[in-house]
T-cell receptor, first 112, second 113 residues
């Protein structure tokens, strides 16, 4: 499985933007970039995914580098409820690869 | 609408006992997954069902672990002769198909004493 590298932790202030980086230098052309987050004492929650183009949804934006070797999850205005572990996962959506391979993720702390 | 539910939320058992953990997926979701999460780690894949059959059980750690999904909806993860190392949060997820985003339940925290 292609691997991702994320910082162990990041800190932000409430109502400020947050940029969570992810490196995936061994990504293949058919790998999608998925982001999940896990709030304390809850199961992971899908955030967003993309292949090549930048993506936006109600939760966040995903910026993908032109060479696809890195990506950034953007929370436009962090709230206290965004404090969670954020996981960047490469997902090959063809063939038989359907399981999510989680790393340790980035623990985001949001200060009031 | 109703999300993925898991019961019990917490289970404490003695070493050597048998336990069953239940997962109710979102209605209509054909794909169901079990993961296990140890403290400070990300979830690890255990088994995947497409309908009633286990399409991939390569993540089950040994033959003490078994899971079923007899009618293609509810699934039960069964652990025989529990060991202290089995203590973890067991997460269930479902999706509309194997290539779509997965919706996770809150997990069952298993403690083996």
């Amino acid at each position: 499985d292609a691997k991702t590298t994320q910082p162990n932790s990041m800190e932000s202030n409430e109502e400020e933007p947050v940029h969570l980086p992810c490196n995936h230098s061994t990504i293949s052309g058919t790998d999608y970039i998925h982001w999940y987050r896990q709030l304390p004492s809850q199961g992971p929650e899908y955030v967003i995914h993309g292949l090549t183009s930048n993506v936006n949804n109600r939760m966040a934006s995903l910026a993908i580098a032109e060479d696809r070797k890195s990506s950034t999850l953007i929370l436009h205005r962090a709230t206290l409820r965004d404090a969670a572990v954020y996981y960047c996962i490469l997902f090959y959506s063809g063939g038989s690869n359907y399981k999510l391979t989680f790393g340790k993720g980035t623990l985001l702390t949001v200060n009031p | 609408g109703a999300g993925v539910s898991q019961t019990p939320s917490n289970k404490v058992t003695e070493k050597g006992k048998y336990v069953e953990l239940r997962c109710d997926p979102i209605s209509g979701h054909t794909a169901l997954y079990w993961y296990r999460q140890s403290l400070g780690q990300g979830p690890e894949f255990l088994i995947y069902f497409q309908g009633t059959g286990a399409a991939d059980d390569s993540g089950l750690p040994n033959d003490r672990f078994f899971a079923v999904r007899p009618e293609g909806s509810v699934s039960t993860l069964k652990i025989q002769r529990t060991e202290r190392g089995d203590s973890a949060v067991y997460l269930c997820a479902s999706s509309t198909g194997r290539n779509y985003e997965q919706y996770f339940g809150p997990g069952t925290r298993l403690t083996v004493t």
